[in-house]
């Protein structure tokens, strides 16, 4: 696929535009305890009964840092390849609401504990960089409920207080397509530090969707909509094909676009304004004078830097040259670290006179298909990764046909039944023995004289009815490589 | 055993050690003297029938090894104290009963002492005079119609007049020093850090210090070793070499170098002040000291300085209290018209002047102007106080610009009454230890003090310091009893 194909741009008579992107992720810390208390931050708990007293601001109650979150934004950080700061700062960021408890939100704002790093995504088109503009820890707040009584807004406290980390990218993302590979990669990249587990469903990983359009081959950025708060990667890429557009329509009516924050309205797929600039809040951002400054010694961050896993663009460049996978399969069997760690097992599983192209088409064929139909993990896959192993080298080793390896993996998936016991019990063993496959082939010829006779005088394509003659006497379980070496010679 | 009240820490301790004195007969003296003070407005609440319960309790199982046991004793109503009310002197906690107990009246409890009672103070320790709680004025026990000072001014008047033997105060720009000067009692702001914040109402975090308040340097000391503590629960608490402050205190103080900063000697300075300091200086001196001229420059942007920090940290350090999840709340139309509502009515005047400058100097366009310079010269403020330090022990000064005022004489005008912090708040802004102690009377007959600052965490220092003056000034407070019948 050429650059220009897969650029993402909106016309409008003679005009060409381009959308500039960028993004504010918030995702939740994997953590026992949150920020600044020794609350839980299990998910889904009844309102209200993980809450500290720090958590729910009562007179007195101060904040003291969870040592684990810190070093779990710095091993993110480094994950990001991004400068960790050996001073940062919590800020207080000031605003009322019935969900924060502090009448202030404790954040970093002029001095994140993460800089400027990276992000690189793997586009059909070739590789793209996205720039990370910085990480910053920050508090969640609670939870207002509006729907749960007519008369009443019910507030449930146990998130405030939670741990997040604030991503922000720099302006580099162009297309829906490019923000739904980001967040993918992000997400990869902290689920194999085990810093964040992704899951949108229940709010770990959320964003705010910076959306701005320009004349295509302009450099100036164009005034930019903030949507707040997208929680799937499906409605993040909706909200900027709605906005994007929505804004190009304006400066072709010959109007200005506001900066303004607006919400996504995922009813009816469409952004509406929340509130313009000039109703912005001054948040008053102060340093929180009741936490000092935080400070890291580079002991301390080395120590985390060798605690460091391999990362998802380290583990593809290996399973490339390690073995021989090509960049699209490494892609894919990177992206996720359940996956990886299915695939890895796989291979050491099958011993040393291993096919990893087969069982990569396995994985990414058979197995994803019915994880798939099944809306499985792969962590929770029926089939375990050794009885894949061995389902791949039955296949490998000529004991059984691809053809009835798709019987067996059918039969597996009940149970994770062991492929050989399958083999057994059932008779599937391939037969490959040429004397027995030279008999059934003779009598096919002998039965079908006159089809023999046509293929020698030049229809060609009757090899195949031979082939499934013979598949199909053999109850297909002859050897197909056999089979064709035969019925070459014998025709 | 015949007046109990007037009797000193050391001595009530002695007494109950030596069996002379149970821990239910100090109380009840306490709690007695406390029921025919109720003109000074000390208490805001009162726990005398759990006070008598928990002495009895001592009384049968006593343990003397602890160093408050068995003494009955009421503190600033700033400190929370589980399942006893806790007000911050103000209507919008009026009925707040904390679940917690606060690690400073912890340590106090974990010693043997017991609860008197929760005593008034400005409303969330703004003020100085304690005409801005809540729950009315303190009558200052010199005289009728005279303010106790503050913001822990039910403290002050509550040692001074006897309800009480020693006590705790906060102090975030002078609110333990002035008050304990205009009663004739002895107060100290310890270091920054000494005392955890834990479970105290906060008003300027970087500010605040919990400290003791008592008759006598002896009972300070003492009280001091009590209640600092190293604690996790607060991140700016210091984990620094305490002293048994008690046990180390001293008069010989001979060599000691204390400075006399030029600066302090302010426009308009009453001269009974200027001559109460002439008057310290000799003490020193004849205690044994070394007196050196020093220069403070930067002593003149304290104030102002202090105007913008400490509101700026209690806007946002009150917006907790929104109706929302404890305290006062006034019903509203939603929820906007409902925090206007219950702010508006649930904090007083002076709160909401402070609250109203903090997020002015804090707001966008300002920020720099204000909050960041004010941060700059606090900074300047420090380095100052680095720079004496090279060259004295300690600094002295005067407590505060002039002895007690009458009710409502400032209470109008809120620029006079921040002056009175003239000479306390460049200690907070800097961080440091200070102590006021009584070392005379003005012609109207009305105590003033004299400030000592230390190094930080030189907190024996400076009360070394204070108890050899203290000898030589031989301080006697006039307490008439006027207010009881």
Known sequence: MSKENSEYLIERYNNVYEVVIGLEVHAQVTSESKLFSASSTKFGAEPNTQVSLVDAAFPGMLPVINEFCVKQAIKTGIGLRAQINKRSVFDRKNYFYADLPQGYQISQFKHPIVGEGEVVLDMPNGQKKVGIERLHLEQDAGKSVHDMDPQNTLVDLNRSGVALMEIVSKPDLRSPDEVSAYIKKLRSIMRYLGTCDGNMQEGSLRADVNVSVRLKDSKELGTRCEIKNVNSIKFMQMAIDYEANRQVDLIEEGKSIDQETRLFDTKKNETRSMRSKEDAHDYRYFPDPDLLPLELTDEFIENLKSDIPELPDDKKKRFIDEFKVSPYEATILVSDIDTAKYFEEVVSKMGKNKDIKLAVNWITGELFAILNNKNLEISKSPISAKNLAKLVNLIKNGTISGKIAKTIFELMIDGDKDPQIIVDEKGLKQESDPKALEALIDKIIDDNREKAIEYKNGKEKLFGFFVGQAMKASGGKANPQLINEILKKKL | ?485
């Open chain 2, 1 to 485: 055993m015949s007046d109990i009240t007037s009797q000193s820490l050391s001595s009530l301790i002695n007494n109950i050690k030596n069996k002379k004195l149970s821990s239910e007969e100090a109380t009840k003296a306490f709690i007695d003297r406390s029921n025919k003070s109720k003109e000074l407005n000390t208490y805001v609440t009162e726990d005398f029938s759990n006070a008598i319960l928990k002495a009895k309790k001592f009384d049968e199982k006593p343990n003397f090894d602890l160093k408050l046991p068995g003494i009955p004793m009421a503190v600033k109503d700033l400190f929370c104290t589980k399942d006893i009310k806790t007000t911050a002197g103000s209507k919008i906690l009026e009925n707040f009963i904390p679940t917690y107990e606060s690690t400073v009246t912890q340590n106090i409890w974990n010693e043997g002492a017991i609860l008197l009672g929760k005593l008034n103070c400005d409303e969330f320790a703004m003020g100085s005079s304690n005409e801005t709680s809540f729950f009315g004025n303190v009558q200052n026990p010199i005289d009728k119609g005279l303010v106790p000072g503050g913001s822990s001014g039910g403290s002050s008047a509550a040692v001074s007049g006897q309800l009480t033997p020693i006590t705790i105060g906060t102090d975030t720009g002078g609110s333990i020093r002035q008050p304990a000067s205009f009663t004739g009692t002895v107060g100290l702001k310890p270091t920054y850090g000494s005392c955890s914040r834990y479970g105290i109402v906060a008003f300027a975090s970087s500010l605040d210090q919990a400290g003791p308040m008592a008759q006598n340097v002896q009972d300070c000391a003492l009280l001091q070793e009590v209640i600092s503590s190293y604690d996790t629960k607060d991140s700016t608490s210091i984990d620094f070499n305490r002293n048994e402050y008690s046990k180390e205190l001293t008069k010989e103080i001979k060599g000691k170098k204390i400075g006399i900063p030029k600066e302090y000697r302010v426009d308009g300075m009453p001269k009974e002040i200027e001559d109460l300091w002439q008057k310290g200086i000799e003490y020193a001196k004849d205690c044994g000291a070394e007196i050196i001229d020093i220069s403070l420059p930067h002593t003149s942007y304290a104030l102002p300085t202090y105007y913008i920090v400490a509101p700026a940290e209690a806007s946002s350090n009150l917006a907790r209290y929104d109706g929302v999840k404890y305290g006062f709340r006034a019903k509203g139309e939603n929820l906007i018209d409902m925090y206007e509502k219950t702010r508006s009515e649930g904090f007083g005047a002076e709160v909401q002047r402070r609250i109203m400058i903090g997020t002015y100097v804090l707001s966008s366009g300002y920020y720099d102007a204000y909050y960041l310079k004010a941060q700059k010269v606090r900074k300047l403020i420090k380095n100052d106080f680095d720079e004496a330090y090279k060259k004295v022990d300690a600094i002295l000064t005067p407590s505060t610009p002039s002895s007690a005022f009458k009710i409502g004489e400032k209470k109008d005008d809120p620029v006079s009454m921040y002056l009175n912090d003239i000479f306390t708040v460049p200690v907070n802004l800097a961080g440091l230890p200070a102590i006021s102690i009584p070392a005379g009377h003005d012609e109207k007959g009305y105590p003033l003090g004299l400030q000592i600052i230390g190094k930080a965490f030189k907190e024996q220092e400076v009360l070394n310091i204070a108890y050899a003056m203290e000898d030589k000034i031989g301080f006697q407070n006039k307490i008439t009893d006027w207010w009881i019948k």
